[in-house]
């Protein structure tokens, strides 16, 4: 596991690109604020979580238990997860927008079109709305699974 990326993975790479492109501006993986989000839009009190399927236990295609070891990977997927909703939660009481795009968004059988799926993310972080989840198969609605 030391070999799994926690920062600059592909997903992650590729939305800063995109994102930089538009003209928005971020800071990475900020230690001062809770989750250390992937990008911070300090302008527009904005963050931006890029979560991993598995590591992180979305209901998508690209989500499936091991085999093996049940028992670990459950307990520490279901520590990934409740620690993911507490720094939401943390960072929506101090008036942060929070914003979750996960891998099956840009990779995968129900994967958005990069287009469809950079326009979701640009018009949430320019909308003022509180709340993204951009999962795949969702560009109908910019929500996620």
């Not at 520590?79 to 993911?84: F, G, Q, V």
């Amino acid at each position: 596991m030391a070999a799994i990326r926690g920062r600059d993975t592909k997903p992650e790479l590729v939305l800063r690109r995109d994102l930089h492109a538009l003209g928005f501006r971020y800071r990475l993986h900020s230690k001062h604020l809770p989750g250390r989000p992937d990008m911070v839009f300090p302008k527009l009190q904005a963050v931006l979580f890029v979560n991993g399927c598995f590591w992180h236990g979305h209901s998508c295609d690209l989500f499936r238990w091991p085999k093996t070891r049940e028992a670990f990977w459950r307990d520490k997927i279901g520590a990934n997860i409740a620690r993911d909703q507490r720094a939401i939660a943390a960072l929506q009481e101090t008036g942060w927008r929070t914003g979750v795009v996960w891998e099956c968004a840009i990779k995968g059988r129900g994967r958005l079109e990069p287009a469809t799926m950079i326009a979701a993310v640009a018009n949430w972080l320019r909308s003022g709305e509180s709340v993204l989840d951009l999962g795949g198969h969702s560009a109908a609605t910019g929500q996620g699974d």
